[in-house]
Each structure stands twice: as structure tokens, then as C-alpha cells.
């Protein structure tokens, strides 16, 4: 099995992994790695928090993980991504790959015979919506029922993974971004077979009752070129005090980090009380470890 889309993992599947997580949060986990496992990471995007979590999650659960930045891989030369797939599965037990193109991983995944991680591409980033439900499952003991607005670059990877995601969960989820941008449409008319997610131009109606408040950069990796333009666009949906202030009282605020402090978010409201950006990257490394043991439970 891989976990490259969070089109491709059940509820139960999720409902797996996060018991998996709770199992290692109390220390008593029934699953182990194979020993002397090894993970790749092949890495085409800077990376702080996914890399360090996986390659201590590695470590932490007995294995061994082995960095390579793809431009000092033979990819950079041309090695086809199917033969380089082929190559590592010989050496290692789990590829975790960060691409540019989704349909590169998927490529790997065809001609892995290990499972591949996707450790985020310019379409999703699963493993962080998986940990940011976790995180919101610890904070408010529940997902069901819960109001998730995610404002801003509302057609991001993180948006994507996290809009299915949570309607997977039950959870209803506004969109708030500015009018005429649209989320992408295939994750939003998925997302929408599981819950009530709506698209919304007007702040305080995205944001009204929400028990979660979502930001990302507005400008991921690979939109640099467009960086100017995209932070006028999105400047009027910037997470600050007043936008929160129409949320519910016990809204939480969750960014996936990096944090532009002063333009997706207020550093006022990033170190504020709702925040809980701190606990959502803690909670990178348990649910990679719990992502992990699942994919070696499932063979
Ligand atoms: N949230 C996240 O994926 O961070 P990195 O880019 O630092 O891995
Ligand atoms: N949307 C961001 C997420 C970074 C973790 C990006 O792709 O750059």
C-alpha cells in the first residue's frame, strides 16, 4: 500500500492510523517496523519540519532513513523517475518522496515495489492533513459535527488534502478566499460527497461558528514567479485578531508552518492563545510513525 492521496484513504483507514498514534502516545504499540528498515527521502523542495519528523520517526521506531536532495541524485541528469523507483525499492523499505508534480509520485508509486510517502507535491500534502486532524481531535475530543474554515490560498496542496480529508471525518468546511478563485475542483466535488463545504468571499460568513481557523503561506513552493501578485490577491484574508474575532470564543488556529508572520498571519495571533501550531508540528512525528507502522501492518 502507499499513502500518496488522501483520495485513496478510507475513514477507516484514518481511524486506523490515529489509533495506531494513540497506541505510541501511551508507549504500547502492537505493530514494529521490520528490522533495520530503511527509508528514502528524495526530497525536490526545501523542507524543515516533514524531513526531521520522518527521518526521527525512522530512527525513534528502530529504522534508519537516508536523505537525498534530488538535484544531487542521477534525476537531475535525466535518470527516468520509474528506473530510479526500481533502483531504490531494491535497497530501502519506504520511499518518502517531496515532488513537484503529483504525477511524478504517482509514477514512483507504479514502479516502487516498496510503499512511497507522499511527504507532500504541488497537489496535496496528506501526511500533514492527517496530523492537523489529529491535532484538532486531541484539542476538541472530537471531528464530527466540528466547523473547519480554511482562509486564504484555498486551492493549496494543504487545502486539498485537508478539505477531503475532513469531510472524510464528518466536518463541514468553508473556504474563504477571495472571489473568483476557486478551489481545485476535483478535491472540492470529492470533499463534497462526505460533507456540507462551502466557497466563500466574505470573511465573516466563511468564518462564522467555526471551531477551527486554517491558514497557509500564499505562496507555496514553485509560485515564487507569481509571488507579488499572489500576495496582493490574498492580503485581504490574512488571519489576524478581527478575523478570529468572528469565529467561535474557543476557535483554534492551526497553520502547517512555515509562517509568513505578517502576511497569511498576524504574529499576534500565531503566538496568541487560540493558536495551536506548535502542538499541530509535534504532532507531525507521532502520526508519521503511526503512517509508517500502518503501511508495514498492511504489507
Ligand atoms: N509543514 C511542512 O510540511 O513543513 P516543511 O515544509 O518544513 O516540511
Ligand atoms: N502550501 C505550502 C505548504 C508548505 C508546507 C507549499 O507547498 O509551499
Not at 508507549?27 to 519540519?49: C, H, M, N, Q, Y
Not at 476538541?140 to 478539505?163: E, H, P, Q, Y
Not at 463545504?197 to 509560485?223: A, C, L, P, R, W
Request: net charge negative; hydrophobic share 40%.
Amino acid at each position: 500500500m502507499n499513502f500518496i492521496s488522501i483520495a485513496d484513504i478510507s475513514k477507516e483507514d484514518i481511524q486506523r492510523i490515529f489509533d495506531i498514534a494513540d497506541d505510541l502516545k501511551q508507549g504500547r504499540s502492537e505493530i514494529a517496523l521490520k528490522e533495520d528498515s530503511v527509508a528514502a527521502l528524495i526530497f525536490e523542495k526545501p523542507s524543515t519540519r516533514t524531513r526531521v519528523s520522518f527521518e526521527v520517526a525512522m530512527a525513534q521506531l528502530g529504522g534508519h532513513s537516508i536523505y537525498i536532495d534530488s538535484r544531487t541524485s542521477q534525476m537531475s541528469r535525466g535518470e527516468s523517475i520509474a528506473d530510479t523507483a526500481k533502483v531504490l525499492s531494491q535497497y530501502v523499505d519506504f520511499i518518502i518522496a517531496r515532488l513537484y508534480k503529483h504525477d511524478d509520485i504517482i509514477e514512483f508509486a507504479k514502479n516502487a515495489t516498496v510503499p512511497v510517502i507522499n511527504a507532500l507535491t504541488d497537489l496535496e500534502h496528506p501526511c500533514q492533513a492527517l496530523s492537523d486532524l489529529y491535532t484538532i481531535q486531541e484539542v476538541k475530543k472530537k471531528l464530527r459535527g466540528l466547523k473547519l474554515s480554511f482562509v486564504g490560498d484555498i486551492a493549496a496542496n494543504t487545502a486539498n488534502s485537508l478539505m477531503l480529508a475532513a469531510s472524510k471525518m464528518g466536518m463541514e468546511v468553508a473556504l474563504v478566499g477571495p472571489k473568483n478563485y476557486m478551489p481545485n475542483t476535483f478535491y472540492f466535488t470529492k470533499a463534497r460527497e462526505y460533507s456540507k463545504v462551502g466557497v466563500y468571499d466574505n470573511i465573516k460568513e466563511g468564518v462564522e461558528d467555526s471551531d477551527i481557523i486554517y491558514t497557509d503561506t500564499f505562496v507555496s513552493m514553485g509560485q515564487e514567479a507569481e509571488a507579488e501578485e499572489r500576495k496582493k490577491l490574498f492580503a485581504p484574508y490574512q488571519v489576524n485578531k478581527t478575523l478570529v474575532s468572528y469565529a467561535k470564543k474557543d476557535a483554534i488556529v492551526m497553520h502547517c508552518l512555515p509562517a509568513h508572520r505578517g502576511e497569511e498571519i498576524t504574529s499576534d495571533v500565531l503566538d496568541g492563545k487560540q493558536s495551536v501550531v506548535w502542538q499541530q508540528a509535534k504532532n507531525k512525528l507521532l502520526i508519521e510513525k503511526a503512517i509508517l507502522l500502518y503501511l508495514s501492518e498492511k504489507g
